[in-house]
């Protein structure tokens, strides 16, 4: 695991979207592992401009989100479904719709969803490379603090800390939604290789928490040490002071 200090935001969303770029261009099949949140809005911004400057056929890249709130549907304008269409899909249609997967936070039966996700999942991966924020608690995806480490993709109860985070996103805290479907800690690490971005002085403490610490089920994001290929990318606000 080697945490590299970019300096801003954006230098360090530009060389995550040209990671991102070499990947699809070197290789027309990839299999990518997205996530969402306000960390990640600036890399795809600059993803999208390097796929439009080069024209880029991504029509059989393969995608596959990280999460979805339980309760919300696809059109809902705070899913993630609404979120990756905004961000990356729409901006750049070539994608194929039918290989843009997000999970089904509104499923009849949440579980067997979970299951259909994860077997998916291992059908058509692995995941070439999978892109990661950090909770300020230590979450990966909404893989809270308590977490199993051998999770499969499942359904979590969000904590409080993390619904207050999200809130920000919705007229109130009431409004945002209490579960989620995940990828599971074990699912993540099937990636060949996983980049985990972090900006702002609020993430030092879980950076911190990330560095100083063996796996650790209080907190989720240590799993990456069981991981041969982890790169994380900072800003001055989030690196560790030590």
Known sequence: MKITNLGTRANASFYVACELYKQMSQQSHSKLGLATGG????????????????????????????????????????SYHSYMNQVLFKQYPNFNPSLTHVPNGNADDLNVEAQRYEDLINQQGPVDIQILGIGENGHIGFNEPGTD???????????????????????????????????????????????????????????EQLTQNEVNSEIPASILHAHPNVEIY?????????
């Open 39 to 78: 960390t990640m809005v600036d890399m795809y911004q600059f993803l999208v401009d390097l796929l439009h400057k080069n024209q880029l056929d991504v029509s059989h890249i393969e995608t596959f989100n990280l999460d979805e709130y339980v309760g919300l549907d696809a059109q809902h304008d705070q």
């Open 149 to 207: 480490i051998n999770s499969a993709t499942h359904v979590v109860n969000l904590t409080e800390s993390t619904i207050h985070a999200n809130s920000r996103y919705f007229d109130n805290e009431n409004e945002v939604p209490k579960q989620a479907i995940s990828m599971g800690l074990s699912t993540i690490l099937k990636a060949q290789r996983i980049i985990l971005l972090a900006f702002g002085e609020k993430k030092r403490a879980a950076i």
């Open 234 to 242: 900072v800003d001055d606000e989030a690196a560790p002071k030590s």
